[in-house]
């Protein structure tokens, strides 16, 4: 059972930047992001694979938001730029063999960090 642990979430205002980071419990898994607004479904953000040489983003955040890991601490990153009120939700970072868009890749997840975009 891997555990993950989110955090770096808070309130900020649009056009600042916050850092995200999830510590998992073991190695060798991709991570993923993903994002739930109030009312609306959950959402994927970002993945890496394990190497962090494959890497995939939400067309809404491709150019805003980075992802990146290191692997000796055992820490995924998502570095979030020029936020927008739109970005605000519950956060979650997800683990799984391989990575992916779907959420059903992912057999573990966080509690979730909030980030909260003010205009």
């Known amino acids: 059972q891997v555990q993950l642990v989110e955090s770096g979430g808070g309130l900020v205002q649009a056009g600042d930047s916050l850092l995200l980071s999830c510590k998992a419990s073991?190695?060798?898994?991709?991570m993923g992001w993903f994002r739930q607004a109030p009312g609306k479904e959950r959402e994927f953000v970002a993945w890496?694979?394990?190497?962090?040489?494959?890497?995939s983003y939400a067309r809404s955040v491709k150019d805003r938001f980075s992802i990146s890991r290191d692997n000796v601490n055992n820490i995924s990153y998502l570095r979030m730029n020029a936020l927008k009120p739109e970005d605000t939700a519950l956060y979650f970072c997800?683990?799984?063999?391989?990575?992916?868009?779907?959420?059903?890749?992912?057999?573990?997840w966080g509690q979730g960090t909030q980030v909260t975009v003010s205009s």
């Open positions: 073991e190695r060798k898994y991709a």
């Open positions: 890496s694979s394990w190497s962090g040489r494959d890497l």
């Open positions: 997800a683990a799984g063999q391989i990575g992916d868009e779907s959420e059903t890749t992912y057999p573990y």
